[in-house]
């Protein structure tokens, strides 16, 4: 099926995930809204949450999508059942494919969690964990400064290596050997938060694993890209489009990318 891959999130993280579809998937177009006007979703409330995820998913279903990857953590623990219940497309969360990968990596079954306040708070990594294992032993920590952080474009150098190492002192002795990266927009700031941990503990984001679950779905119910030509990918920003744009070059070489600007206050097809 020749239709694109919608990707959404709360702002720049999610392209963590959307530029794991394009090396996993190259044949497949991504359609990606970013929500930076709005960011950081993890203070807000689960109502303001959900209203903003879905006016996400309402822009990319003008465009027909056949796929709603929900690449923030915060929207997926709101809205991830809600939509596969409303939608007639496959929705992907990133979530539990994040739990997955920690599972198959953990050698004692103690993993630490850290992600937006709105996330460690609805303990969907604790659930989506202790599905999998019941045996599995879970410290979760909010660091709320991190999304910010990444939003500004400071991935590096010395606030970022204050901040994070301020963030993650509650975790210095921890029993655990595996960390979730539990946002996004985590895996920009991975080699500070590394650098702040443990030596024997393993950082692992979803990315991989989503990208995984996104090719399994395609493939089981043939909706598989079968155009020959080269996909053309489309990105839309709540926020302005030129910093947007530099980050998409600078930080994810996505020098030919096609971004917009965007406005979804009040896009609401359907009271939900």
Not at 18 to 24: C, G, I, S
Request: include cysteine; hydrophobic fraction near 40%.
């Amino acid at each position: 099926m020749d239709k694109p891959i919608g990707v959404i999130d709360s702002g720049y993280g999610g392209l963590t995930v959307a530029t794991e579809l394009m090396r996993q998937l190259p044949k497949e177009a991504i359609y990606y809204v970013g929500d930076s006007k709005r960011c950081p979703y993890g203070p807000r409330s689960v109502e303001e949450v959900r209203r903003y995820t879905w006016e996400m998913i309402d822009h990319l279903l003008t465009f027909e999508v056949k796929m709603i990857v929900i690449a923030c953590n915060t929207a997926t623990a709101v809205v991830l059942h809600e939509a596969r219940q409303q939608l007639d497309i496959p929705v992907v969360g990133v979530i539990q494919p994040g739990a997955i990968t920690a599972m198959k990596v953990t050698n004692n079954q103690q993993i630490a969690v850290i992600g937006t306040t709105g996330t460690i708070k609805s303990q969907a990594y604790s659930l989506a964990l202790s599905s999998i294992s019941e045996d599995v032993q879970v410290e979760s920590l909010a660091c709320p400064l991190f999304v910010p952080l990444v939003e500004q474009g400071i991935i590096a150098g010395e606030e970022a290596e204050l901040i994070v190492k301020e963030s993650l002192e509650p975790l210095q002795n921890g029993t655990y050997d595996t960390l979730i990266l539990g946002c996004t927009h985590y895996p920009l700031l991975k080699p500070i938060i590394e650098h702040n941990l443990p030596s024997h503990v393993t950082v692992i984001s979803s990315g991989e694993e989503t990208a995984r679950e996104v090719s399994s779905v395609l493939f089981h119910q043939s909706l598989n890209r079968t155009a020959g030509q080269t996909p053309q990918h489309r990105f839309f920003t709540t926020g302005a489009a030129k910093p947007f744009e530099a980050f998409a070059r600078d930080r994810f070489n996505l020098i030919s990318a096609q971004i917009e600007s965007i406005t979804l206050d009040h896009r609401l097809k359907v009271e939900r």
